[in-house]
């Protein structure tokens, strides 16, 4: 009687050492995985990593493979040493699974195949004996990636080039971004600059500066290193941005227009002394007349002189006159010449005027366009905002639900516990009695 009962308080006293055994392993062991979102991409075989540290056997264990948005939640459940299928989601019936020999070393990592989008989510893997828990994101990338979006950073009129600034989003792996000209040789930019968000996916974007080529076409492509699937947008730059700008234009035409003044006005002045030596020349042809008019009076009262002398002056008196008209002639002729020059700069002036109003409008135009394009890229910002806002929201709502899911799990295994220590008191009372 006495050894059955020393048998009897042996075995309590093992059962004891175990279930002490047990809450220290508890205490020290903690599950781990991916500080970072998993990114895919549709089609792809994952693993979502989920190990125990230190690590141990957990072949025993009840393992749970959760995401709080389905119905039901269970992705995979692991119970008496083999799946329990009854409670998976039909969406991952064979697709889902777990390595034996791995359980052995503590490693639940969950294998994925085919991955759809309608994976993506937060999915939590659990020990339910040991009530430990870790989180995981998967982000599936149905695209691969956004197009790229081309806008003009600045231009500098006096080197003749023009900066250029392309961005990408929504990436996976990280991506790279190429300039080309149009016979597809590389240009040289500089560093592209690189964000990862929180959803995993990859943003890039790069400036380049561009001077005038016989071919204006630009290509930026954004394209995977190893895939080497690419997207990409091409732009022409007109020749007008490399030769003005708004703000650079009114001093050259200023320039040119008061230089077309001087001209003029030397014209004019040129004009004027030109009229007054041939007005000189006139007068002067008019008083040796006067002298010629009154020599031959004096001639007629000089009986002596004969027919020929008389016919001599006569001719003379002709040759001032000549010289008047001839003199008048060449002033018409030079106000002609020069009216027809006036003409000429009067054209020409009236050309400047018109290609200084044609650039005038056409960098009006491209302040207009600029500022659209300002426009569309804030309420981009803002759209992006809102999203983030409600996404944020979500993740809010998401995460209180969670924890008020684990509170009410972790009060359910409470009661087990309680039940099974009750039912295993009773068993200690019937063996003692």
């Not at 990280?174 to 040789?185: A, Q, S, T």
């Not at 240009?187 to 561009?210: K, Q």
């Not at 997207?231 to 030769?243: N, R, S, T």
């Not at 031959?296 to 009262?301: M, Q, V």
Request: glycine residues 4%.
């Amino acid at each position: 009687m006495d050894g059955l009962l020393l048998q009897k308080s042996h075995r309590i006293i093992t059962a004891l050492f175990f279930f002490i055994l047990l809450h220290c392993c508890r205490g020290q062991s903690q599950l781990f995985g991916p500080s970072q979102p998993i990114v895919a991409r549709v089609g792809d075989d994952i693993t979502l990593p989920c190990h125990l540290k230190p690590a141990m056997d957990i072949t025993a264990k009840t393992l749970e493979w959760t995401r709080s948005d389905l119905d039901p939640i269970f992705v995979f459940v692991w119970r008496a040493r083999q799946e329990f299928e009854k409670t998976k989601h039909p969406s991952y019936k064979e697709r889902s699974s777990l390595s034996a020999d791995e359980l052995r070393h503590g490693n639940m990592s969950l294998k994925l195949s085919s991955v759809n989008v309608s994976d993506k989510g937060t999915y939590k893997c659990y020990i339910v004996e040991m009530d430990k828990e870790f989180y995981i994101n998967l982000v599936v990338a149905s695209d691969i990636g956004s197009s790229p979006v081309l806008s003009l950073a600045g231009t500098d009129v006096e080197k003749g080039e023009v900066t250029l600034k392309c961005e990408s989003a929504a990436w996976y792996p990280e991506p790279e971004l190429l300039w080309l000209d149009g016979e597809g040789n590389l240009l040289y930019a500089g560093p592209t600059e690189t964000l990862r968000g929180p959803d995993g996916l990859y943003t890039v974007s790069s400036r380049v500066t561009v001077e005038k080529r016989h071919s204006n076409n630009i290509t930026c492509r954004v394209q995977q290193r190893n895939t080497k699937q690419s997207k990409e947008i091409h732009i022409y730059v007109p020749d007008e941005f490399f030769m003005f700008t708004p703000s650079s234009a009114n001093p050259i035409n200023i320039g040119l227009a008061v230089s077309l003044a001087v001209s003029i006005m030397l014209i004019i002045i040129g004009v004027f002394f030109v009229w007054r030596q041939n007005k000189k020349n006139v007068k002067s042809a008019h008083c040796d007349g006067c002298k010629e008019q009154e020599t031959r009076n004096h001639s007629k009262r000089d009986k002596t002189e004969t027919d020929q002398e008389q016919e001599k002056l006569m001719r003379q008196n002709i040759s001032p006159m000549e010289k008047k008209q001839e003199a008048i002639m060449n002033f018409e002729e030079s106000t002609e010449e020069l009216k027809h020059q006036l003409k000429k700069k009067e054209a020409e002036i009236i050309e400047l005027k018109k290609q200084t109003e044609n650039q005038h409008a056409v960098g009006e135009k491209w302040k207009n366009a600029n500022e659209k394009l300002k426009e569309a890229h804030r309420q981009l910002e803002e759209k992006n905002a809102e999203i983030s806002n409600m996404k944020k929201e979500f993740e809010k709502n998401q995460h209180a639900a969670e924890e008020k899911l684990k509170e009410e799990h972790h009060h359910l295994e409470k009661k087990h516990a309680e039940i099974s220590n009750m039912k295993k008191e009773v068993n200690t009372h019937r063996l003692l009695f």
